[in-house]
C-alpha cells in the first residue's frame, strides 16, 4: 500500500511563501497525486491535483495562478508550491493518492473521497 508523510507547512504572513511536499512510500507508479485542505470548521476542499505523468494539472479557482503542484516520481514526491498566500489559505493541508484513470482526472480528480491514501497533513497558517 502507499503511505503519504507531508512536510513543509509553517507560519507565514500575508504575501509570503511556502513549499509542501508530499512523501509517499510504497509503490506509486500510475498514481493521480493531489493536495486538499481543511480549515476550522469546513469540510475539506480540492486544493490541486496532478497525474502520474506530471503533464496533467489541475487547481481550484480560488488558488489558481498562486499555487503550482509538481512531482517528482524518482524522488516519490509530490510538491506544492504556494505563493502570494492570504489568510484564507489557513488550513491543514492533506496529500492524497490515487491509481489513476481517465475517469478520475476528467470527472473526480477534485472529489476528497476518490481517494483512498491520505497523509496526516502538515498545518498552513497565513497571519497579517
Known amino acids: 500500500q502507499v503511505q503519504l508523510v507531508e512536510s513543509g507547512g509553517g507560519l507565514v504572513q500575508a504575501g509570503g511563501s511556502l513549499r509542501l511536499s508530499c512523501a509517499a512510500s510504497?509503490?506509486?507508479?500510475?498514481?493521480?497525486m493531489g493536495w486538499f485542505r481543511q480549515a476550522p470548521g469546513k469540510e475539506r476542499e480540492f486544493v490541486s491535483t496532478i497525474n502520474w505523468s506530471g503533464g496533467i494539472t489541475s487547481y481550484a479557482d480560488s488558488v489558481k495562478g498562486r499555487f503550482t503542484i509538481s512531482r517528482d516520481n524518482a524522488k516519490n514526491t509530490v510538491y506544492l508550491q504556494m505563493n502570494s498566500l492570504e489568510p484564507e489559505d489557513t488550513a491543514v493541508y492533506y496529500c492524497?493518492?490515487?491509481?489513476?484513470?481517465?475517469?478520475?482526472?476528467?470527472?473526480?480528480?477534485?472529489?476528497?473521497?476518490?481517494?483512498?491514501?491520505w497523509g496526516q497533513g502538515t498545518q498552513v497558517t497565513v497571519s497579517s
Open positions: 492524497a493518492a490515487e491509481r489513476e484513470t481517465i475517469y478520475l482526472l476528467l470527472f473526480k480528480h477534485c472529489v476528497p473521497s476518490e481517494y483512498h491514501y
Open positions: 510504497g509503490r506509486t507508479l500510475s498514481y493521480a
